[in-house]
């Protein structure tokens, strides 16, 4: 099957003007000019003024917030926003637990995203959410364990026996996600570290706000007491940044995504280079909470790998109403570090993101032997206006291919033009 569209951007490689995919099974088989391909142009479809590219890829992101949007107002502290979320959470039933899921969920289909790393909070819901959706997932179960007197090794081997029971569909890949230096306790840490050396995915959040970097390094601030009240015990702190102490844990590791990494000194992003960890960046979340500015050059520099994320709704400002959408992640970059080249934004939605979850050549581009995942957005400029098209995108995209599937608007509902 080829697809021909006034724009196909690999973005691999430069955008190509009047564009052809082609597409056998679930895989892409060839990228090319429209008038290189020799078949008749019957034979295609003609998707028209559009920018054909590949689906974007979503580093990190938490489905079951969808409805929290809008709920909580940015705090003075963060140690009081997790106050604020962990109340919302324990009204929050199975029942609204799966309808926000999913509302996430389809949110992220519409704009544009078809590989999600999500993190799983309810894994006795995940069998039946996973089948709802027709998204590419890397799921990742969220465990918290920080006080003192908790089993490590149990509460870890419960979790690694129910992944070996319920393999997802598709054949994703399901990882972990120890939640946070501050809430997994480093005997945790050290357990999963082990797994992560055999090849378990993993992501962390490190280095989010001022207070975990003021616990780990001076062992004091509202996130430290708020802790040390909780019950962890809190003798590992005092002694370095946040990155350190996850390093002196050994869950520093290239199969490991980092997300946030907001508060990090030169060291520590040698430190996160030197170990090839990834580092997940989510824009909106950085400006609901009016973070210090992101470490963009430091790190592009030391060589590690940026991608961006969208975190959750209940980290970003606007209400309400505001969805999921990587366009939004995309700008909000744009606006923070303006001297970025769209082209480079669009990499860490899509290419660096790609790496991150190890599915480089596989998603994040449009090449021969790649996933046939695709989205087209209306576009109707010149060629190299397109880069600056795709940042500007709002609202859903115009349609969703994924595994060779057209799966948005509806399957029903192919985007069909006379060829
Ligand atoms: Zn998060």
């Given amino acids: 099957m080829w697809l021909r569209a006034r724009v196909v951007w690999p973005v691999s490689c430069a955008p190509i ?61 963060f140690a009081q926003w997790i106050r604020h979320i962990v109340a919302l959470k324990a009204d929050f039933d199975d029942a609204a637990h799966w309808q926000s899921w999913l509302r996430g969920a389809a949110q992220c289909l519409a704009h544009g995203m078809t590989t999600v790393a999500n993190i799983e ?5 995940l069998p039946g959410l996973w089948q709802q959706t027709p998204l590419r997932l890397r799921p990742f179960i969220e465990m918290i364990l920080l ?8 509460a870890l081997s419960e979790i690694l026996r129910w992944t070996n029971q319920n393999p997802l569909p598709r054949g994703d890949r399901l990882g972990l996600s120890p939640h946070a230096p501050y ?37 004091r601030g509202p996130l430290y007491e708020m802790l ?44 996160l280079a030197k170990r090839g960890v990834h580092v997940a960046h989510c824009p909106r979340s950085h400006s609901y909470f009016g973070h210090r ?37 995309m700008r909000q970059f744009q606006r923070a570090h303006p001297e970025t080249a769209p082209t480079a934004i669009v990499h860490m939605a899509t290419l660096n993101a790609a790496r991150a979850l190890s599915l480089q050549g596989c998603v994040g581009e449009l090449a021969p032997q790649s996933w046939a995942d695709l989205i087209a957005l209306p576009f109707a400029g010149p060629l190299a206006s397109a880069p600056d098209a795709v940042l500007c995108h709002a609202g859903p995209v115009r349609a969703v ?18 060829g």
């Avoid at 030391?302 to 975190?311: F, H, I, R, Y």
């Avoid at 709704?313 to 990587?326: F, I, S």
């Fill in 147 to 154: 006080r003192a007197d908790s089993d490590a090794d149990a």
């Fill in 183 to 219: 809430t997994a306790k480093p005997d945790l840490l050290r357990r999963c570290a082990a797994r992560l050396a055999d090849g378990l995915p993993m992501a962390m959040h490190l280095a989010e706000s001022a207070e975990e970097d003021d616990m780990f390094r001076n062992a």
């Fill in 401 to 418: 291919m994924l595994n060779g599937q057209w799966i948005w608007p509806s399957p029903s509902s192919a985007p069909v033009h006379a």
């Fill in 228 to 271: 040390a009240d909780a019950g962890r015990e809190m003798s590992d702190c005092g002694l370095g940044s946040a990155v350190l102490h996850a390093d002196r844990c050994g869950i520093l590791n290239r199969g490991l995504i980092a997300v946030h990494c907001n508060y990090v000194d030169a060291a520590d992003i040698d430190l």
């Fill in 121 to 125: 909070t309810r894994r006795e819901c």
């Fill in 293 to 329: 500015p992101f470490p963009l050059d430091a790190m592009a520099k030391a060589g590690v790998n940026v991608c961006l994320g969208t975190d959750s709704l209940a980290t970003v400002r606007g209400g309400a109403r505001v969805e999921l959408d990587m366009f939004a992640e």
């Fill in 17 to 77: 003007s009047d564009g052809a995919v082609c597409i056998e099974g679930n895989s892409i088989t060839a990228v090319e000019r429209w008038s290189d391909v020799s078949i008749s142009g019957s034979a295609a479809t003609d998707l028209g003024e559009v920018i054909l590219m590949p689906g974007l890829v979503n580093a990190h992101c938490h489905f079951d917030y969808t409805d929290f949007a809008g709920r909580i107002s940015p705090a003075a502290s």
